[in-house]
């Protein structure tokens, strides 16, 4: 070994902690062999000490539950935060980068929302932070997005970055469950938490396209400015319907530049996409991001989004490219973080055209979806298909339309207005349909 | 900016090249505060001199067809190597890296043929090699499988490296057509070469598949290791036979852990994989590489293997990876090339354990089946299936078999003893059928 062994400190020891302890010191001699140097597990936070001691994952003696005496540890170079959320953790992050250490983390919610400051402030301490694992669980989608894709202007990202939601419209999809059902399940599997909001609103998945947008388009965006909609308000209806019109239904996240060239347009929700495409193939817990950039055109990555070892593989991953010495360097030189640059110009969210799937109960009498699809012409939008099944069911059928091109603030306006009709019953479902790019 | 421009001498202004030298110039600014500093092209070499002065990629006084005026450009710091081939090229690198100076390179013949002695001639000066677009063209597929993944023990590879071969069985599986109207085809649209051999016998994606598995396994692999068969000697009639079995066909490129945990079993063949696999639905001219690390399970990466702007786009990343500086310092201080690392145990082709697909035509008469899956019987290889449609056809008729788990020389066996019969026609035909890890 030409360089002496680097220090890290590992704050939190749950699912992805103990994966992390496990890897650094299963294949220490691996990593020191590829890195040049060994990477020791020299300190560890975590509340419940007790528990991390008895579970064998780490000597007692590095074993903590005061965060004084884990910042006082001798020679901690490098700094893991996996306690996840914006309190505390971020007051980790801070104390970790003043005291010029550089700090790897999983923490998504934290990057979303203080992304800036804490770069910023990594930058100042002549620190860095390295933050694979936040999105997209192990694929190296970060890496991919930053470093290997560098010459391209981005033009769009599409992803399936929550692995809960894209197993609970799989399983919807493939075997008919509800979406109560379809939960149930997944938190059975341990795919979805106990509480499971924050997954299933689309939460999770506006932090994570936040932070790749930031990285992807070279601005600024927090997590507040991305609309999201969630997977549970969906009927498992509308995904049969969809399925006949050849679409499948998924949970995306997207940022699109704009035909302005400068605005990007940024949201999550389910969209239907058709069932030929590579992302409709993706599924269960697994994630994929599709990048379309100027020069390279659509590149896709894929894996596993979440889980205990594929978190811990772009956690550790992280620590070796930090010990290695030119993370902090690439971090330093280049101006790929959200700090350095401009807040992004946001479409206006009425403004962005697209397809659109609507569903609406009409009265079963002559000249119901007439009078419908007249407030669709009236806002000038087109359609390209209209299904409605023979039925022998009550005084309401199901009316699928499909649009063309729209506004949507106009198909939205157009929506209220045939709510507004005493011949429809409830209100219109809505799902946006993308026409992935060539 | 910080730093001081770098100067970038680039050898071979063909496709690739343009592409280079067209993203270098419309996109310097944007480049130069990506990376902190400008990338300044100031000198091209090419033996058509005139042909490149004409078509204004770049300003006449910069083109030279003089090896040694191009290496007297002061203040060039990183030679891009586009000239291709294993002979001139292999001395314009050893020349750059003797002077000190960075390559980048889309050259898969001369890193698969001498990459090791490349790479250590890097190190010895503390120079560099990068090498992204010499595998999977625009694809970031290097950058995530070394920096990426490091913290994986890799256990396999499975990769679509080839774009006209993928172009050619997507062509005939899709819309029914031969082999040698899907070249020709593949031909006039530019995917194929003028002369194709090198592509569709399995040459190209053996040279992607060994550079590839040198950095995956840690070892060292060289071309002329890697047995390869191509997809010219395929038959319409087993496309059609296999899709009926639902199976696909892809020319994949394998790199497999053995059980022993230490030997490499690696090749390049036709293959059926089940149409569900994501790698089944790579189309056209697009590449993909499933990645199978011990932590993070399943990846795949996916893109435009090869074409002038997808290519352009990795070979200019390399460049902004050393301008910023930080990749230099990553190839000095990782352990991740093949000069490093030891020859790889690789596993002997007869002992890999397979499922086969063999095809025989057989003279219709009672008890010929019979004979010869007996001869699979006595070389202990058991059957899942045997296929033979109804036919009015003359005397012979064609029998699919396909077995289960066999070692490839006891199968070969079997088929020579077999192809012996007298009451068999011609060679049997045999395709891997390669049920990918879960």
Same mark, same amino acid.
């Given at each position: 070994m030409a360089e002496s062994a680097i220090g890290v400190g590992l704050i939190g020891c749950g699912t992805v902690g103990g994966g992390v302890a496990k890897l650094l010191r299963e294949q220490a001699e691996v990593y020191a062999q590829r890195v040049g140097r060994p990477i020791v597990l020299c300190r560890l936070l975590d509340k419940e000490k007790d528990r991390v001691i008895q579970s064998g994952?780490?000597?007692?003696?590095?074993?903590?539950?005061d965060v004084d005496s884990f910042f006082d540890?001798?020679?901690?170079q490098v700094v893991i935060e996996?306690?996840?959320?914006t309190g505390a953790a971020s007051t980790f992050v801070q104390r970790a980068l003043k005291a010029g250490q550089h700090v790897v983390t999983a923490n998504k919610a934290l990057l979303a929302e203080q992304g800036p400051e804490l770069f910023a402030l990594a930058r100042k301490h002549d620190a860095s932070i390295a933050f694979? &694992?936040?999105? %997209? !669980?192990?694929?190296?989608c970060v890496t991919a997005l930053t470093?290997?894709?560098?010459a391209n202007r981005i033009d769009a990202l599409y992803g399936i970055l929550n692995g809960t939601c894209n197993y609970i419209l799989t399983e919807m999809t493939g075997?008919?469950?509800t979406y109560s059902k379809a939960l149930a399940d997944a938190q059975e599997l341990g795919y979805?938490?106990?509480?499971p909001t924050l997954d299933v609103t689309g939460g999770d998945t506006a932090h994570k396209i936040a932070i790749l947008a930031s990285l992807a388009f070279g601005v600024k965006i927090t997590d507040g400015q991305v609309p999201a909609r969630g997977v549970?308000?969906?009927?498992l209806n509308d995904l049969r319907f969809g399925a006949e019109l050849g679409y499948d239904i998924k949970l995306l996240a997207i940022a699109e530049r704009q035909p302005d060239g400068d605005s990007i347009g940024v949201g999550v929700e389910p969209c239907f996409i058709h069932k030929?495409?590579?992302? &409709?193939?993706? %599924? !269960?817990?697994f994630n994929a991001l599709s990048v379309y950039g100027h020069a390279v055109g659509h590149t896709l990555y894929y894996g596993a989004g979440a889980g205990q070892m594929p978190t811990a593989s772009a956690v550790v991953a992280d620590v070796m490219n930090i010990a290695a010495g030119w993370y902090p360097k690439a971090f330093q030189a280049m101006?790929?973080?959200?700090?350095?640059h401009e807040p992004a110009m946001l479409a206006?969210?009425?403004?962005l055209l697209s397809r659109y799937y609507l569903r609406i109960n009409a009265m079963?009498?002559?000249?119901v979806i007439a009078k419908a699809t007249a407030a669709l012409g009236d806002a000038g939008i087109s359609l390209s298909a209209v299904l409605q099944h023979e039925t022998n069911a009550g005084s309401y059928v199901p009316v699928v339309i499909v649009t063309h091109q729209a506004r949507r603030g106009d198909l939205l306006e157009a929506v209220r207005r045939i709510e507004s009709m005493d011949v429809i019953e409830g209100p219109p479902v809505t799902i946006r349909i993308v026409d992935l790019p060539a």
């Open positions: 994952l780490a000597d007692a003696d590095i074993v903590t539950d540890t001798p020679g901690m996996l306690a996840g959320g694979e &694992a936040s999105c %997209g !669980g192990g694929i190296p470093f290997g894709l560098m075997k008919g469950k979805a938490e106990a509480d549970d308000q969906l009927d030929s495409e590579l992302l &409709a193939q993706v %599924g !269960g817990a101006r790929l973080t959200p700090d350095l206006d969210p009425d403004s079963d009498k002559p000249g």
